[in-house]
T-cell receptor
Framework: GNSVTQMEGPVTLSEEAFLTINCTYT??????LFWYVQYPGEGLQLLLK?????DKGSNKGFEATYRKETTSFHLEKGSVQVSDSAVYFC?????????????FGTGTKLQVIP | DSGVTQTPKHLITATGQRVTLRCSPR?????VYWYQQSLDQGLQFLIQ???????AKGNILERFSAQQFPDLHSELNLSSLELGDSALYFC??????????????FGPGTRLTVT
């Protein structure tokens, strides 16, 4: 079946540091890839997405590129802020068991300190 | 605010009991998805309904059931509750039936504690 593996957290960075959160996937066919963010006490929000190979999703300074050759979708941001502290989930949407399903990674907690 | 509402926000109940969680999707969205988020299992897809019909099934236990009503709100019923059912239950909605990459909008969740 489909699966998503993302780096374990927590990740602790100083403000203005560079962020990378690794995400790799296993899927049949051509899945769509997503990053969701969950702020404390809230539900998940879509951060960015990419629907085909070499697409780059971007939003709020975050970027991720769909790399089919390495089956990866790493999340990056050039300069993090304290307000970016949250849990980040990598996800894919693909066919599994005859349905289109979204499969989430385990989440990576990011803590940004001033 | 995603436009998806869930009630109740918190629920505390005892083992063996039955509870119902409710979700109202965003206006215009026809699909409702249910997810369970626990510390040991992460975020797990349970089930999807589209316009009243079951569309996809994930890791949903037989003790759990769901339905979507004609006004498109959905209920998740959890019965014979066990301690391990303690988790955050999220509902999400999207405009399509799930075949295309429409965004899913998540509600704030219901925190279930089974004692």
């Amino acid at each position: 079946g489909n699966s998503v593996t993302q780096m374990e957290g927590p990740v602790t960075l100083s403000e203005e540091a560079f962020l990378t959160i690794n995400c790799t996937y296993t899927a049949t066919g051509y899945p769509s890839l997503f990053w969701y963010v969950q702020y404390p006490g809230e539900g998940l929000q879509l951060l960015l997405k990419a629907t085909k190979a070499d697409d780059k999703g971007s939003n709020k300074g975050f970027e991720a590129t769909y790399r089919k050759e390495t089956t990866s979708f790493h999340l990056e941001k050039g300069s993090v802020q304290v307000s970016d502290s949250a849990v980040y989930f990598c996800a894919l949407k693909g066919r599994s068991g005859g349905y289109q399903k979204v499969t989430f990674g385990t989440g990576t907690k990011l803590q940004v300190i001033p | 605010d995603s436009g998806v509402t869930q009630t109740p926000k918190h629920l505390i109940t005892a083992t063996g009991q039955r509870v119902t969680l409710r979700c109202s999707p965003r206006s215009g969205d026809l699909s409702v998805y249910w997810y369970q988020q626990s510390l040991d299992q992460g975020l797990q897809f349970l089930i999807q309904y589209y316009n009243g019909e079951e569309r996809a099934k994930g890791n949903i236990l037989e003790r759990f059931s769901a339905q979507q009503f004609p006004d498109l709100h959905s209920e998740l019923n959890l019965s014979s509750l066990e301690l391990g059912d303690s988790a955050l239950y999220f509902c999400a909605s999207s405009v399509g039936d799930g075949t295309r990459s429409y965004e899913q909008y998540f509600g704030p969740g219901t925190r279930l504690t089974v004692t």
